[in-house]
Nanobody, 119 residues
Framework: QVQLVESGGGVVQAGGSLRLSCAAS????????LGWFRQPPGKNREFVAS????????SYADSVKGRFSFSSDNAENMVYLQMNSLKSEDTAVYYC????????????WGQGTQVTVSS
């Protein structure tokens, strides 16, 4: 059974940095996409970024381009989201999720980790 566990959230001042981690287990992820999503207070969940585990290709929401970046440890099925130059509007619960490639639906989700950026 696929399990995703996020960690690394916390409280940081505007302009600071955090690194989120997503630990994936339960299968091999050679043909999977891992995505990060976030849900700000009182708003809908939105896409943040994704990485194709097979070829390493990445995609970022316009709102985080140039500030957020991926790294990964494929041997350990760990994916990291480095978040720099954080803004108050980045405050949200952050979730990692996986889907098959090709595919459209993210089938497995983590429990989320809270990121709070204070201004």
């Amino acid at each position: 059974q696929v399990q995703l566990v996020e960690s690394g959230g916390g409280v940081v001042q505007a302009g600071g940095s955090l690194r989120l981690s997503c630990a994936a287990s339960g299968r091999t992820f050679d043909n999977y996409m891992l995505g990060w999503f976030r849900q700000p207070p009182g708003k809908n969940r939105e896409f943040v970024a994704s990485i194709n585990w097979s070829d390493g290709s990445t995609s970022y929401a316009d709102s985080v381009k140039g500030r957020f970046s991926f790294s990964s440890d494929n041997a350990e099925n760990m994916v990291y989201l480095q978040m720099n130059s954080l803004k108050s509007e980045d405050t949200a619960v952050y979730y990692c999720a996986v889907r098959r490639v090709p595919g459209r639906v993210y089938s497995y989700w983590g429990q989320g980790t809270q990121v709070t950026v204070s201004s």
